[in-house]
């Protein structure tokens, strides 16, 4: 009996790790807002899939270009989440996204030295 309890144990463990990087379904979708840094704004899209990967997207920030790039170093922490993105820039974009309500988005950003903030809504 013991032995059985121990070997559900570690099946339940293993599908935890297996699934440890899928999305939060809160997440999955697209994101879309404005993005703010100084007097210069614009959008950006920010997409989650349900596999753990993701892409951003700007208008209007020329260091990071206009093409969607792929998310890196994705972590979802309960209401948080941590991510990169290789822009264009010298240094990665590097931010932090804060889930408000069900359907809202708070970000902070640094990116080359700019300290960029974003609101996003889910479509």
């Given at each position: 009996m013991l032995l059985k309890n121990l070997l559900v144990v570690c099946i339940l463990m293993l599908?935890?790790?297996?699934?440890?990087?899928?999305?939060?379904?809160?997440?999955?979708?697209?994101?879309?807002?404005?993005?703010?840094?100084?007097?210069?704004?614009?959008?950006?899209w920010l997409t989650f899939q349900p596999d753990g990967t993701g892409s951003i997207r700007f208008t209007?920030?020329?260091?990071?270009?206009t093409d969607e790039v792929p998310l890196t170093s994705i972590r979802f922490l309960g209401n948080r989440i941590n991510f990169s993105a290789n822009g264009m820039g010298i240094h990665d974009f590097v931010s932090?996204?804060?889930?408000?309500?069900?359907?809202?988005?708070?970000?902070?950003?640094?990116?080359?030295g700019l300290a960029v903030t974003y609101r996003l809504s889910k479509k």
């Open positions: 599908a935890t790790f297996v699934h440890a990087d899928d999305t939060p379904r809160k997440y999955v979708g697209t994101w879309s807002g404005a993005w703010y840094e100084g007097m210069t704004s614009g959008t950006l209007n920030l020329e260091k990071f270009g932090h996204v804060f889930l408000i309500g069900g359907n809202k988005l708070r970000g902070n950003a640094e990116f080359d």
